[in-house]
T-cell receptor, first 114, second 114 residues
């Protein structure tokens, strides 16, 4: 069964460093998402992406964040200069529908910022 | 803004018994979608069941059913004949019909005991 895969599963970085989290969505899906969950808090929406552009983003998704689909298979989330509060589990998801579609999630990438 | 609340952080049930997980939400929208997602330990979040707000009939998927009370803004999940594999974190989530972002509740950790 097709799955969304994410790498790395865990990354430790120093504050101020750039981090790239990678995701391989399900191959025939066209809609892509990043969510995050800070320990002890709710899963929060970051951004949705369709047709090579951001379709929706939350207040959390500021200029420190960017997303890209560089090669038609990967979907990346870049954090330019990490802060302590960026420590979280980051989930990638994909869907074949833009509205009310079932989201297929990856297992998550745990980011720890020291 | 929409909010979703799951007031039961943890629940447990004996195998083969029935358990109900609670979820309430707040929105000014009249049409929307509600979801229950399940996240087994160290695995991806997967969709359990979906309810469209304009449908009065409660959704069912095999052993999983919902009790959707639109006026009360309540969306509970009933798991019948609980199985050990149902042990997971369960998330209630909301999506507007005009968007693709999911708003999650806090999650309920369900443990099925043998």
């Amino acid at each position: 069964e097709p799955e969304v895969t994410q790498t790395p599963s865990h990354q430790v970085t120093q504050m101020g460093q750039e981090v790239i989290l990678r995701c391989v969505p399900i191959s025939n899906h066209l809609y892509f998402y990043w969510y995050r969950q800070i320990l002890g808090q709710k899963v929060e929406f970051l951004v949705s992406f369709y047709n090579n552009e951001i379709s929706e983003k939350s207040e959390i998704f500021d200029d420190q964040f960017s997303v890209e689909r560089p090669d038609g298979s990967n979907f990346t989330l870049k954090i330019r200069s990490t802060k302590l509060e960026d420590s979280a589990m980051y989930f990638c998801a994909s869907s074949n529908r833009g509205y009310a579609g079932e989201l297929f999630f990856g297992e998550g990438s745990r980011l720890t910022v020291l | 803004a929409q909010t979703v609340t799951q007031s039961q952080p943890e629940m447990s049930v004996q195998e083969a018994e029935t358990v109900t997980l609670s979820c309430t939400y707040d929105t000014s929208e009249s049409n929307y979608y509600l979801f229950w997602y399940k996240q087994p330990p160290s695995r991806q979040m997967i969709l359990v069941i979906r309810q469209e707000a304009y449908k009065q009939q409660n959704a069912t998927e095999n052993r999983f059913s919902v009790n959707f009370q639109k006026a009360a803004k309540s969306f509970s999940l009933k798991i019948s004949d609980s199985q050990l594999g149902d042990t997971a974190m369960y998330f209630c989530a909301f999506m507007m019909t005009s968007g693709s972002r999911l708003t999650f509740g806090e999650g309920t950790q369900l443990t099925v005991n043998p």
